[in-house]
């Protein structure tokens, strides 16, 4: 065998242990965390840690549950409002737009997807924390006193601020997601329907959508995930004090990426507080892994039955 | 009017209105940023590091953080793309279309895609600590690959599975090896995608935060040590807006401003890549 | 004729193709002349492409793809494991149905091959370039922009840059899949001429499914009908006086019709003599036009084809089944019987 084989095995064997590797990748960062994490679960028990929202670093209590809750109550906010606005976009984009402003729009949204996290914070504090303090609290709070409204946080700094910047944040990735997903339906499916004198939001509603459900499941699923695990700009936004469970969208919450870039100064410094910082890394892994698993479970089963 | 043609006349109004809010939002973010950081944004800023009392509002500028953020996500991305490519290749030349292997492989990469970068910054943190090394512009770079990885691939893959078949067989039969295929023709073929999957991945380790808090750390001075912690661009915005003072935090912005103007100049450059490199390349 | 069959450059012995589960080609034996243009011909499907991939084992690259058998190039099996597969193309230039140029220059296009099996010398790389660009007949059209894009070339001219390109690394033989189907009329006239200027110096097969194509270029004509290899012989035979029902469909423009197999006789453990006493009562039985499907070992064959009882049926078709059995298909006839 000459050189250029052997240069070709070489390759092949190098790119193929470079795939390995991204393999393995998973599985090196769910292990390092949890061996920094083992401290913490070894000290007490994991039941106490996730279910408790007792946080005392000094005093060795970990309770993460008032985090945990915090993440899912922002991320839930930011869903509510993202997902009808995506879903519109994306539909639009895939079933009404004329190419022309689709090749504006795209760009746009792809812009959009590219601003740093922390630009998206800045705006946050500039412009969505003073909506919430100056309308949004004062309106709502008044006139509907009792859950999920009431609260006495005068600030903005709030987790419908929150909910509000991080459905900003994963909407483009949302639309851009679904409307894949939609583009993808064979074209005859529409011509079929539109044949049988359907208007074309209805054969967008009984059929587009239908087809394309399950796509936009995993979708939402992504954009979801992609929000739990946001930081930096809940972080500059939601107020980060710990409330225990959460009460009003007004009030301050404190999600669990906020914690880990929060403490990043101190944690050290307290026994055990580095071990129960790399557990919330830990668990913020699990809950995104799982539900980007999911996710594109569905869609590569979607993508090969298309082919 | 027919009760039909009503419900598609609302939705069509909802939709565009849904349109509207999201290139709204856009404009919105970006005339915020424009007005505030606009008044303070100095050539001073892009040309001095911070003097003492910087952040209580002395003189100086973000030099520091805007050459730390530039090498930090050159290094990264340079790190990334020697991973990224010969997977890629591997995935789209070596291995067969319905390959269980590459199956597995992207799927891997889309889930690594999908973990927070404040995870791998912890696990970023994680592997200083295994190495002894200290928060530093190596230790940014590596966890910034990291992240990156996954997007970089995955838009490499994107652009190599447009190749047709049709090139890899024309260069095999003239008796060329798997490799020189790749690296002489593939790539040749694929080289303005696969430039702009690059450019895309640097704005995105550029404009990250979370991945390098733990691990590159933060310094006024400039970056001369592979060794030694570097400032970045987001988290000097973030910290200057952390501080109370009022024209500290609008220094911020005018940070946020150049960090926005260097991830669109990232944007635009790749587009024009797409439409202009394309000298060779076979349609 | 042992010593005859050695000499010929392909030599294809029982192939067969699968792709997962279907069947692609079926036992396909045969030999390619030299220096003489071979063309494959039949409807779409029938395995045309596989079997000329198969000679430089470009069909390697599909997906699921198996193979059995043996196609000998220079008495060499290519399909056996220790065969350096970059060598055996190297003997092989490929035409495309389209033109495939690389995404470089004109230049680098034709000193591609080169480049690639280590050719280094500036000389010999610029001789090699003006010397076939010139066998392609495309010198004069190129000479001055051979550092533009390939890419810019219009399709014809493409494809005679691919066929220069092809001959640059020195080749024994071309393969052409389709190579004029993407083209203008009077660019595949161009690469016709080609094709019959070059054939004193290589061995040409083409693959067409233009049945006047093959009259005009062929010396050699080689029938596939769904993976089956109906007929082949010099291309005066086969296209003006094909032996069997199908290829005489398929040249008439026919639709091809599976015969309905009326009877079926397993002759394989029967000695000759018993063979045609079986055959010969099996005959009797048919009435005229009914389908009679024989089975046999190969060493009866010749000779049941060649005895005067068979010879006044007619035979739609001999399959090989596998290296020691072919089927025989046959028709009775008028004439009916007689002794």
Redesign the interface.
């Known amino acids: 065998?000459d050189i250029?084989?052997w240069?070709?095995l070489l390759?092949?064997r190098?790119?193929?242990l470079?795939?390995v590797?991204?393999?393995s990748?998973?599985f090196?960062?769910a292990w390092?965390?949890y061996?920094?994490a083992s401290p913490v679960l070894a000290a007490g028990s994991w039941q106490a840690i996730l279910f408790s929202s007792d946080w005392h670093p000094s005093q060795g209590r970990f309770g993460l549950a008032g985090f945990i809750t915090g993440t899912l109550w922002v991320t839930g906010l930011a869903v509510v409002v993202a997902v009808?606005?995506?879903l519109?976009?994306a539909?639009?984009?895939a079933e009404?737009c004329p190419v022309r402003l689709r090749d504006v729009?795209k760009?746009?949204?792809?812009?959009?997807a590219?601003?740093?996290?922390?630009?998206?914070?800045?705006?946050g504090?500039?412009?969505v924390v003073p909506l919430v303090r100056d309308h949004l609290m004062p309106f709502f709070s008044g006139r509907f006193p009792f859950f999920p409204f009431a609260s006495d946080n005068y600030t903005g700094f709030s987790a419908l601020a929150g909910g509000l910047v991080l459905a900003?944040m994963v909407?483009?990735f949302m639309?851009s997601l679904m409307e894949e997903v939609m583009r993808g339906i064979p074209f005859g499916v529409r011509e079929s329907s539109l044949a049988l004198g359907a208007?074309?939001?209805?054969t967008t509603k009984k059929v587009i959508l239908k087809k394309a459900a399950p796509g936009i499941v995993a979708a939402v699923i992504?954009g979801l995930?992609?929000a739990?695990?946001?930081?930096?700009a809940v972080l500059?936004v939601a107020g980060c004090a710990l409330q225990g469970f959460p009460r009003s969208i007004f009030d301050t919450t404190y999600p669990l990426?906020a914690l880990?870039?929060n403490t990043?100064g101190e944690m050290m410094s307290v026994p055990l507080y580095d071990a129960a910082?790399?557990l919330a890394?830990l668990i913020?892994?699990i809950i995104?892994?799982v539900?980007?698993?999911a996710?594109?479970?569905i869609l590569?089963h979607l993508e090969r039955r298309e082919t | 009017m027919d009760k039909r043609k009503v419900e598609e006349y609302i939705f069509k109004v909802l939709m565009l209105g849904a349109v509207l809010i999201v290139i709204g939002s856009l404009v919105f973010i970006l005339a915020t940023i424009l007005v505030k950081g606009l008044p303070t944004l100095s050539w001073e800023m892009i040309t001095k590091t911070p003097q003492g009392g910087y952040y209580m509002g002395k003189g100086g500028g973000i030099l520091n953080a805007l050459l730390g953020s530039l090498l930090l996500g050159i290094g990264a991305t340079i790190l990334a793309a020697a991973v990224a490519l010969p997977i890629v290749f591997y995935l789209n030349l070596y291995l067969r279309r319905r390959s269980r292997f590459a199956l597995a492989v992207r799927f891997f990469l889309d889930v690594l895609w999908g973990i927070p970068s404040v995870v791998y910054g912890a696990f970023g943190f994680t592997l200083m600590i295994f190495f002894g090394l200290q928060a530093s512009l190596l230790a940014g770079m590596i966890t910034v690959a990291l992240l990156v990885l996954p997007i970089m691939a995955r838009g490499m893959d994107e652009v190599l599975k447009m190749v047709t078949f049709e090139l890899q067989e024309a260069s095999l039969a003239l008796g060329a090896t798997r490799l020189e295929t790749a690296g002489k023709v593939i790539f040749r073929q694929a080289f303005p995608g696969i430039l702009t999957a690059v450019l895309m991945a640097f704005g995105r380790g550029m404009s990250d935060a979370a991945a390098v808090l733990f691990t590159a750390g933060f310094t006024d001075s400039l970056p001369y040590s592979l060794f030694k912690p570097v400032a970045t661009l987001p988290l000097a915005v973030f910290f200057q807006l952390g501080t109370p003072f009022p024209e500290v935090q609008s220094r911020g912005y005018a940070a946020a401003l150049i960090l926005t103007a260097i991830v669109f100049s990232l944007s635009i450059l790749a587009r024009l890549i797409t439409r202009g490199m394309n000298k060779h390349v076979i349609k | 004729m042992a010593s005859e069959v050695s000499q010929n450059h392909i030599r294809v012995r029982d192939l067969s193709v699968r792709y997962g589960s279907t069947r692609v080609l079926n036992n396909i034996s045969i030999d390619i002349p030299d220096k003489k243009i071979t063309a494959i011909i039949g409807p779409s499907g029938c395995g045309k492409t596989t079997l000329l991939k198969s000679f430089n084992r470009l069909i390697d690259l599909q997906e699921g793809v198996s193979v059995s058998g043996q196609v000998f190039v220079d008495d060499e099996d290519i399909y056996d494991p220790k065969t350096e597969i970059t060598h055996l193309r190297k003997r092989m230039g490929l035409l495309s149905q389209r033109p495939q140029v690389l995404p470089m220059s004109i230049y680098e296009n034709v000193v591609y091959g080169l480049r690639v099996h280590g050719e280094k010398s500036k000389e010999k790389l610029n001789a090699a370039v003006e010397r076939y660009l010139k066998e392609a007949h495309m010198w004069h059209e190129v000479k001055d922009r051979l550092h533009t894009s390939a890419a810019k070339l219009s399709i014809g001219q493409q494809q005679r840059l691919c066929l220069a390109r092809g001959l640059a690394v020195g080749p024994e033989v071309i393969l052409g899949d389709e190579p004029t189907s993407a083209l203008d009329p009077i660019s595949a006239e161009q690469i016709e001429q080609r094709f019959l200027a070059l054939k004193d110096k290589y061995t040409i097969v083409l693959v067409t499914h233009i049945l006047r194509q093959a009259r005009r270029l062929a010396d050699y004509v080689v029938f596939l009908y769904l993976g089956n290899l109906i007929e082949h012989g010099p291309a005066e035979e086969v296209l003006n006086n094909p032996r069997y029902a199908k290829t005489k469909a398929y040249l008439e423009g026919r639709f091809i019709e599976e015969p309905e197999i009326e009877k079926e006789l397993d002759l394989i453990k029967l000695t000759f003599p018993e063979s045609l006493k079986a055959l010969e009562k099996v005959f009797k039985e048919l009435k005229v036009g009914q389908v009679l499907r024989i089975v046999s070992g190969e060493k009866n064959l010749q000779g049941l084809i060649r005895s005067p009882l068979v010879a006044q049926h007619t035979v739609l078709e001999i399959k090989k089944r596998d290296a020691l059995t072919s089927e025989v298909i046959m028709q009775k006839n008028e004439g009916g019987y007689s002794i």
């Open positions: 065998m250029r084989h240069k070709d390759a092949r190098l790119m193929f470079l795939c590797f991204v393999l990748l998973l090196c960062i390092g965390l061996h920094k009808p606005l995506s519109l976009t539909i639009f984009l009404y729009i760009p746009v949204m792809e812009l959009l590219g601003i740093s996290p922390v630009v998206y914070g800045v705006w504090v500039l412009v900003v909407t483009p639309i208007t074309s939001w209805q992504l995930s992609r739990i695990g946001e930081t930096m500059m990426p880990i870039a990043y910082i790399m890394a913020l892994l995104t892994v539900f980007n698993m996710a594109w479970g590569l």
